[in-house]
């Protein structure tokens, strides 16, 4: 069966400091990887998707990059994180997007402080 | 461009009675609609979806009802129990490669 793994599960990070999540995929090849933030009160929105290795659509500019070193992991990363990068970071992955969207992973509590 | 709304942030309901959750779209373009449920510190899991051929799916407890003259569907969920209380996500499928979400409405069962 498939699972996704998201970590770590909660991160306090100061401003400036680095950042890098890391999502990965078991039981699938070729999975569609997304990365999406919940801002506090606020809906889901799609930060990055790729459907291949070396393959990121960025969906919103802003201080963060997605990279896809290996089929079935993607990262997320800063080089100098804002206070507005704090929220709840979730990965996702599909590999037919359709009546079952995505599996979502159990997401990474991010506060910068 | 909120292509998805949820209108409603908080919903509060008692237990027993049917919840109903709303949802507006404006792309008729989108071929499924999802709802997804999602409880604190972990990450949304898929509930139940109807395609946009479709005006309504059951599950269980769950109903999801499309209009699509309306650009509108809703959830019910009947009876509500208490470990129905969580936030609710609608999501519509764009270009078969990424969900589009609502902003999430919070939905508390009252015993």
């Known amino acids: 069966s498939q699972t996704i793994h998201q970590w770590p599960a909660t991160l306090v990070q100061p401003v400036g400091s680095p950042l890098s999540l890391e999502c990965t995929v078991e039981?699938?090849?070729?999975?569609?990887l997304y990365w999406y933030r919940q801002a506090a009160g606020r809906g889901l929105q799609l930060l990055f998707y790729?459907?291949?290795?070396?393959?990121i659509s960025s969906e919103v500019p802003q201080n963060l990059s997605a990279s896809r070193p290996q089929d079935r992991q993607f990262i997320l990363s800063s080089k100098k994180l804002l206070l507005s990068d704090s929220g709840f970071y979730l990965c996702?992955?599909?590999?037919?997007?359709?009546?079952?969207?995505?599996?979502f992973g159990s997401g990474t509590r991010l506060t910068v402080v | 461009d909120q292509q998805v709304k949820q209108n409603s942030p908080s919903l509060s309901v008692q237990e027993g009675r049917i919840s109903i959750l709303n949802c507006d779209y404006t792309?008729?373009?989108?071929?499924?609609f999802l709802w997804y449920k999602k409880y604190p510190a972990e990450g949304p899991t898929f509930l139940i979806s109807?395609?946009?051929?479709?005006d309504k799916n059951e599950d269980g407890r769950f109903t999801v009802f499309l209009n699509k003259s309306a650009k509108h569907l809703s959830l019910h969920i009947v009876p509500s129990q208490p470990g129905d209380s969580a936030v609710y996500f609608c999501?519509?499928?764009?270009?078969?490669?990424?969900?589009?979400f609502g902003q999430g409405t919070r939905l508390t069962i009252n015993p």
């Open positions: 996702a992955w599909s590999v037919s997007l359709g009546q079952y969207g995505y599996t």
């Open positions: 039981g699938t090849s070729n999975p569609n």
């Open positions: 790729s459907v291949g290795i070396g393959q």
């Open positions: 792309n008729s373009m989108f071929d499924y």
């Open positions: 109807i395609s946009s051929i479709k």
């Open positions: 999501a519509a499928i764009q270009g078969a490669q990424k969900l589009v």
